[in-house]
């Protein structure tokens, strides 16, 4: 099931919240999406539609990042001082696992492949992976950063943790052996993201300077990856929030505090300079936090401080459906497409 059916419609009309007698277990073959950010609420879409069918309450502190669990049954939330889990299959409006042993925020969150552990990255300088199997976040492992930690991202070889800090470090931690590396592509502008692509061919980063640096990867005799300097795109004017590789490995989108996401071709990370094939921005659009492509890499959903989350058709640049219903800055999107 894809995206491609949405109507071009923006209008507000189906964008009331489904009263909560009407909302029954999520199901784990459809289309996911969920936003959260600083109302303290988690809401849940009908991607096709722009209705909010349900609404978790996160009553302790913003939401800082999310992510759905591979076979879709669990969605993880990271905020100030706290994990929580909450139950896709259920319909329970609760978070089931609850985990507040952290000191400060928690800015990453992702899981392993089979659901069997996830891994977080935080304010209080670490990297952390959690068991998942007993369900009880168990925190497995600690991995030590030299300053507030805003970006984690798991190898498609589920074997090394990319770690990407506030002074600029980035953090290659080999779970198999326990070493690290570190790679500093600009002393003291801190690293706001870090995306593979699916295939494992290339790495990138986003700033707080706005510049986008792309590696392309390779495994060498002790599979351990290696790391060779592909591009630096000047890719925004302000300070760079995310970036992300869509699941055909073609593209790559970057978003920033410049209120915009520029897209741009893999293929072309081959000379000196890059050119967006797409910028996607529009009138009230402000910070742009987060950004997920669609499974059929034709659309990307975007989350921005003006509270709306909104999908764009990458090929027009036209907004194909807003989702309106936080009361302040949305920050952070869940999304899982199966098609």
Wanted: glycine share 6%; with cysteine; hydrophobic share 35%.
């Amino acid at each position: 099931m894809g995206l491609s059916d949405v109507t071009e419609s923006t209008s507000k009309e189906n964008t009331e919240e489904i009263p909560e007698a009407q909302v029954g277990p999520a199901s784990t073959d459809q289309i996911i999406l969920a936003t959260a950010g600083y109302d303290h609420t988690i809401k849940f879409w009908a991607a096709h539609t722009g209705a909010c069918t349900r609404t978790h309450q996160h009553p302790d502190s913003q939401v800082n990042c999310m992510e759905i669990l591979p076979d879709g049954t669990m969605l993880m939330a990271g905020g100030y001082q706290h994990i929580r889990m909450y139950d896709l299959i259920s319909g329970n409006l609760n978070a089931i696992v609850n985990y507040e042993g952290i000191t400060k925020n928690i800015m990453s969150v992702g899981s392993q492949e089979d659901g069997k552990w996830m891994y977080t990255g935080g304010e209080d300088c670490s990297a952390r992976i959690w068991d998942l199997k007993m369900r009880n976040l168990s925190c497995q492992r600690i991995f030590q950063a030299n300053a507030p930690v805003n970006a984690v991202c798991l190898h498609p070889n589920q074997q090394e943790l990319f770690v990407g800090d506030h002074s600029g470090v980035i953090y290659r931690w080999n779970l198999k052996n326990d070493e690290s590396e570190q790679l500093i592509p600009e002393p003291g502008s801190a690293i706001q993201s870090i995306d593979i692509d699916p295939q494992g061919k290339f790495m990138a980063v986003v700033n707080s300077k706005g510049k986008c640096y792309v590696w392309s990867l390779s495994t060498d005799d002790k599979d351990t990856t290696q790391l060779q300097p592909k591009i630096q795109i000047p890719a925004h004017t302000k300070h760079g929030l995310a970036c992300k590789f869509s699941p055909d490995s073609s593209l790559l989108a970057t978003s920033s505090a410049d209120k915009t996401v520029r897209v741009w071709r893999t293929a072309d990370f081959t000379g000196q300079e890059a050119t967006p094939i797409q910028e996607l921005t529009c009138q009230n659009q402000r910070w742009v936090w987060d950004c997920k492509f669609t499974a059929d890499s034709n659309y990307i959903i975007t989350a921005s401080s003006d509270s709306v989350a909104r999908l764009w058709n990458i090929k027009t640049g036209t907004i194909k459906k807003e989702y309106q219903g936080h009361q302040k800055a949305t920050t952070c999107l869940a999304f899982r497409d199966i098609s």
